[in-house]
Structures are given as C-alpha cells and as structure tokens.
C-alpha cells in the first residue's frame, strides 16, 4: 500500500489578508493547525510547505517536518512540486491548502482511494474534486484539495509545459491521467475559503457537527447586549434493524432517541449492549447510516447477524416517531413533535426580568431532597406573580417536570402556570412539555439545546439559560419581559 503524506500549504505572501494566513485565528487556534491537525488523522504524515524551514517552528509540533518551496512567492504549484520531490518512491501526496475550512478529511481519503484503489486508475497520476453541473456552481475543478503520485513529478517535467501556474492548469494538461472525483455534495454548505479578514469574520460562528452558534440577547440585571452563544446540537437518530434468518430477515424500527451527532456507530452498539441484543462482536454484519452517501443521516440500521434474537418487547419500545426526519431543526420537530399547540402569544404571561431572577433562589429553598441528597433535579412551576405552585424533586430531569405539570393538572390550576424553572440544562424534550402544558417561559440555571431553542421559537416560548443572580441568556421570544 502507498504511503500516504499529507501536505499542508503554508507559503504565499496573503496580500489580500495583509498578514500570514497560516497564523490567523479561528476558533482560538491558528489555521494551520487546523489544517495540520484535520490531516494527521487520515494520513501517514503530515508535512508543512513553507518559505523558510523555521517559519512555523513556534507552531507545529516537534513531529511535523517543514519543506521549503522551491521557488516562493509562485503560486501552489511550486508548493506541489517541492511536495512531490519530498514524497518516497511510489508515494501520494493528500494536498490541501490551510486556507480552506470545514473540509472532511474523510473526502480526501476518498480522493486517495479513487487514485490507489481501483484497477482503472493504475495509469492515472492525479486525483481532483470536479463540480457536477448540476451543483449549480458551474463545471470545473477544486485542484487545491487533490491527492497526486510522486510518479507525477518525473512525467512534469518531461511531458507537460512550463508556463503552468495554477492547479486547474496542471489538471487539464494531464487531461484522462487526471481522474475528476465528485464533489461532496455538502461542500458547498461546509467549506470556506479565507482571503480576507472579512472571510474570516463571517465564519466565526460558523458550526461544527457538535456545536451550533446562535444569536442571543444577553442580560445582566438592566443592561441588554446581543452576542453570538454556542448551544449543544440535539437531533434524533432513528435506529432500525434487520434481524432473523436468511431468507425470512425482518426489519423493525428499535428506537428513536436524541443525541448530539457524531460518534453514532458507537452510540448505538452501546445501547444493544446494555439491552443484551449483543454480546459478541460477531452479532453485528453491519451498523451505518442508511443514505450511505451521508454519515450525518439521521436514520442508522444495524444488520444483525442470523443467530442473534430479538425479543419482541424491545422493538418499538423507544419509539418516539415512525417518519424519518431531516437534520434541520424543522424536520426533527415535524418527526418528534407532530401534534403541537398553538403557539402562545408575546402578549401571554408577561413578566419583568427582575421577577424572573428571583425565582432561581425560591426554587432552591424549597428543594428539600436536594438539601438531603444533593442528588435529584428539580422543575418548579411559578405563576405570573412569581408565586410557587408546585415543585418536585426527581433523579431524572424528565420525570420532576412530569410531576410538577401532573400535579398542577390534576389539581386544575395548569392554567395559572406561568415560568417552568429547571435546575439543570434545558432539553427538548423539557421545552415540548412546557409547550403541550402552555406555559409561556422556561428558564435554566444551565444551557439549552439547539433543538430546545428550535422549539422555543416555533412555540411562542421565552427560553432563558444560564440564569444566575441577575445574569441570563435569552435564546427566544425575549419580548415576554416588560422590563
């Protein structure tokens, strides 16, 4: 197998940046080292281009080597071109700029597996992204991201024109030894390229998998300003099977669960562990996403192995929708929360912001469990007086809501409830029960959820996070306080 190396551009003279891109900030980390560190996951080594040997010495680690380019200041094909004089005998260079963000180190794998792993590329020297027309950005290639054999060097230099200077020049003048790879289909949502600082200011919230960035008003005590706040990502993940013996294989929904992305493959074989479903590492044929073009999908199917059983009251168990959804917020309410209230009005349960900072401090007074245990969340239910209607204590965040709504429910006074106060983070599922009972604020003295935040908006509800002394962070409908 080729030894695989990947290549990082460092060099160039970023006149429109005014600075050295490389060493520009984003998200408290240089991007180079994003670059550097995105890379060294997929391939065997990474390797540096730069102008001078010791340029970034204060900011790669001991084990990343630096190669000077030949000819600086001259566009990344010089950067190339000392690449592949560095790469061993049979290598490939995985090459990309450190000027690009939100790339998938998983497509250039894929970039490397189109040039080394198929019988039809044997012959071909280069392996690039190329727009479909149908991408609506027009035909063409995205040469800064390519994987190249160091073969490609020696057939430069005796069989192509030295008046190349650009990538897509390089690409076209291989003509059918460059194989042209479809571009990922979320590049466009994802990728950002930074020229200017302006660029880089408008990806500063940019979101990760995990991490969603979202507007909010701040407050403390009378004082109002508006920043950006990251929120958890909460999405479902639908988990479905296919079970039995071949030839009468069944398929079932198991579950339907939510959870930050990422990491799935391993969320769900943890959760057929501890149902006992699996025990041995043979009891799985296959765990993935079912849009295999989509590792982000939020429907997985495991395929079972034949002699692995299923008991019947498992399946459905878990089941909070039957629909697949999407992976906006929209789809996944439309999927977990079909049959909604209406939305309540700005105008329902008003209150001021010193009210609402109270009410923190008469929760914890009356947690009588916690005092005893420091163990139990707590959901307390204040009507628009600021009174306490009802409180309850419960080792789960879900069943103390439960309680308090039920409670008040079953008393008929749900109507008077005006402020659900929660002394954990505020989920979804916490904000779909304020919804169904109508009450119009949620505060928490941790954070919300990207999905909780969907919610509050579309519901017509006040959500606050963060709530301590007279700080808070209002994610929705921040009207609903009158001072």
Request: hydrophobic content about 55%.
């Given at each position: 197998m080729a030894e695989v190396i990947a290549i990082v551009l460092a060099g160039g003279r970023s006149q429109r940046f005014g600075a050295d891109k490389a060493r520009a900030l984003w998200r408290g980390k240089p991007l180079l080292l994003h670059a550097v560190e995105g890379l060294a996951a997929v391939a065997d080594r990474v390797v540096v281009i730069a102008d001078r040997a010791d340029?970034?010495?204060d900011l790669l680690p001991k084990s990343i080597d630096t190669i000077v380019d030949a000819a600086p200041n001259q566009g990344p094909l010089e950067g190339l071109r000392a690449a592949l004089g560095y790469l061993p005998q049979g290598g490939?260079?995985?090459?990309?700029?450190?000027?690009?963000?939100g790339v998938d180190p998983q497509w250039l794998t894929q970039l490397v597996h189109n040039l080394t792993g198929q019988p039809a590329a044997a012959g071909t020297l280069a392996a690039a992204f190329r727009h479909a027309n149908s991408s609506g950005k027009g035909a063409g290639w995205e040469p800064l991201h390519g994987a190249y054999r160091q073969e490609l060097l020696a057939f430069w230099q005796?069989?192509?024109?030295?008046?190349?200077?650009?990538?897509?020049?390089?690409?076209?003048?291989?003509a059918d030894r460059a194989l042209a790879v479809g571009l990922p289909r979320q590049w466009h949502a994802r990728v950002h390229r930074i020229d200017t600082p302006a660029d880089l200011d408008a990806i500063a919230w940019l979101a990760t998998e995990r991490v969603q960035f979202i507007e909010i008003i701040q407050r403390d005590s009378a004082d109002t300003h508006a920043r950006h706040d990251a929120v958890a990502i909460e999405q479902p993940l639908e988990i479905r099977l296919q079970y039995g013996q071949i030839g009468g294989r069944q398929r079932s929904t198991f579950a339907v669960t939510l959870r930050t992305p990422g990491h799935d493959a391993d969320l769900i074989a943890g959760l057929l562990v501890a149902e006992g479903i699996l025990s041995e590492r043979g009891d799985v044929l296959r765990i993935g996403a079912c849009d295999t073009e989509d590792h982000e999908s939020a429907v997985w199917s495991v395929d079972l192995a034949p002699q692995v059983v299923v008991p019947e009251y498992l399946l459905g168990r878990r089941l909070a929708a039957t629909a697949a959804c999407g992976l906006c917020g929209k789809g996944s309410l439309d999927a977990l929360f079909p049959q909604r209230p209406r939305p309540l009005s700005p105008q329902q349960g008003t209150l001021s912001w010193a009210q609402l900072c109270e009410l923190p401090l008469r929760m914890r007074a009356a947690q009588t469990t916690f005092d005893e245990t420091g163990g139990l969340h707590a959901a307390a239910i204040f009507n628009q007086a600021g009174d306490l209607l009802c409180l309850r204590e419960d080792i789960g965040r879900h069943n103390a809501v439960d309680k308090a709504i039920g409670h008040l429910w079953q008393q008929g006074r749900l109507h008077e409830?005006?402020?659900l106060m929660l002394s954990g983070r505020a989920g979804f599922e916490l904000v779909q029960k304020a919804a169904m009972a109508q009450i119009a604020v949620v505060a928490a003295i941790g954070a919300p959820s990207s999905l909780a935040v969907d919610l509050a908006q579309e519901a017509g509800i006040t959500l606050v996070g963060f709530l301590r002394g007279q700080r808070g962070n209002v994610y929705a409908h921040g009207r609903r306080f009158v001072a």
């Open positions: 340029k970034y010495l490939v260079a995985l090459v990309a700029p450190c000027d690009v963000v005796h069989s192509l024109p030295a008046t190349l200077r650009a990538p897509h020049q390089l690409l076209t003048a291989l409830a005006n402020v």
